[in-house]
């Protein structure tokens, strides 16, 4: 049979919260605003990063230049509050500061933004983040509870959706982060995961689903995060409405957008024999730079509380199970590379040559995998 329809997940969060279905296009439509702002406020974000990133590369060529750079490279990343707190006494918004603060907050090339969102994911599946029990209430959660604010990210995302919905619902058809209605190899399919993306990212879709199936601590939990979250929009919203857009609406659309990419790629290659066959559906990544080990997503699925060093060696005793699901695995790549490759630039033929297969397969055969694991048919 045919898989929901992509706006199906605005329609069923707008039904959770009793929204009469007369006003349903309200709220597609508002997502799919949504979504082309998120588009549109991380490019420019995209190009300062990669930008910089190529012009500290000609520059690094002069030795006091590169010098330099190293200097403030193991400095910049660490003084976003600073900046951010220097911005509201100012009041006025200034370029400069909105430049800094981007670079801090991304890093060269998204670096820092990378090593921020892989920090943030240990921390969500560690009992009391990174500190112990005693100080855990003070300090716990320091990157989702405090510097999260900053990147667009709302508390509770982590340790209660991410722990409690998505690792229970391993991007099947009941999370609210499935693609499974979506051609994977589509931009304008992407533009509405994009749109929907949204709803997740406010945390309302995770509350409709906690609400839903009678989850009362994960709700209230949902709650509280998304009411601390608003709090703080609206905070810096009512101070200065320009400070808000450049250095609070921004970053949240740039979560949008970076999120939905990552949950799009992750979980891609569905076999659409076996929806909800987590092996089937969580793709394996090996580049040559894998920070904390991230690429290792269907072993990070199977042991959730499995150290990141140990990945590597977990992945090969899960390997004959792999080869039964057909797991894909693809060598070479990183997950931003796979989005490009599979859904902005639809190149199945690199992807194929980078594509791992566990039997003997021939360059056709590879095309026809990709494609079934992209198809939108189920039984």
């Not at 670079?103 to 990174?130: T, W």
């Not at 991410?162 to 589509?186: A, I, K, Q």
């Not at 699925?301 to 060093?309: C, F, G, P």
Request: hydrophobic share 45%; charged share 20%.
């Amino acid at each position: 049979m045919e898989i929901d329809n992509p706006e199906i997940g605005a329609a069923s969060m707008a039904m959770s919260f009793g929204a009469k279905p007369k006003f349903l296009f309200l709220f597609q439509w508002f997502a799919v605003l949504v979504g082309l702002a998120s588009a549109a406020a991380a490019l420019p974000v995209a190009a300062l990063s990669f930008g910089c990133y190529g012009a500290a590369m000609f520059l690094g060529r002069v030795r006091p230049l590169r010098d330099a750079y190293e200097f403030l490279s193991r400095a910049y990343d660490r003084v976003v509050v600073p900046i951010f707190a220097m911005q509201l006494v100012l009041g006025k918004p200034r370029l400069l500061l909105a430049i800094a603060f981007y670079l801090s907050l991304y890093g060269l090339k998204f670096q820092r933004f990378v090593r921020m969102f892989s920090a943030s994911h240990l921390e969500a599946h560690r009992r009391h983040g990174f500190f112990s029990e005693k100080y855990d209430k003070v300090f716990g959660r320091y990157l989702e509870f405090f510097l999260g604010y900053l990147y667009g990210n709302c508390p509770e995302l982590g340790r209660t959706a991410h722990v409690c919905l998505h690792h229970r619902e391993n991007s099947g058809p009941d999370d609210t982060r499935t693609n499974m209605g979506y051609d994977r190899t589509s931009r304008l399919d992407f533009l509405w995961y994009l749109s929907d993306n949204i709803w997740t990212v406010l945390g309302l879709a995770p509350y409709a689903y906690f609400k839903a199936r009678g989850d009362e601590k994960d709700r209230r939990r949902m709650l509280w995060g998304m009411a601390r979250y608003y709090a703080y929009f609206g905070a810096v919203f009512i101070y200065d409405w320009r400070i808000g857009t450049i250095f609070v609406l921004v970053p949240l659309l740039c979560m949008n957008f970076i999120n939905a990419i990552t949950a799009w790629v992750q979980h891609a290659f569905c076999d659409p024999e076996r929806p909800e066959d987590y092996f089937a559906n969580t793709v394996t990544v090996v580049d040559r730079v894998n920070f904390l080990n991230e690429g290792y997503h269907l072993c990070h699925h199977h042991r959730a509380s499995l150290h990141w060093s140990e990945m590597p060696a977990h992945f090969e005793r899960i390997r004959d199970r792999m080869r039964e699901a057909g797991s894909l695995v693809f060598r070479d790549l990183d997950f931003m590379g796979l989005f490009v490759e599979l859904t902005i630039f639809h190149r199945m033929d690199a992807l194929a040559e980078k594509l791992v297969p566990w039997e003997p397969m021939n360059h056709e055969q590879r095309l026809a995998l990709l494609a079934k694991r992209t198809s939108l048919k189920t039984p």
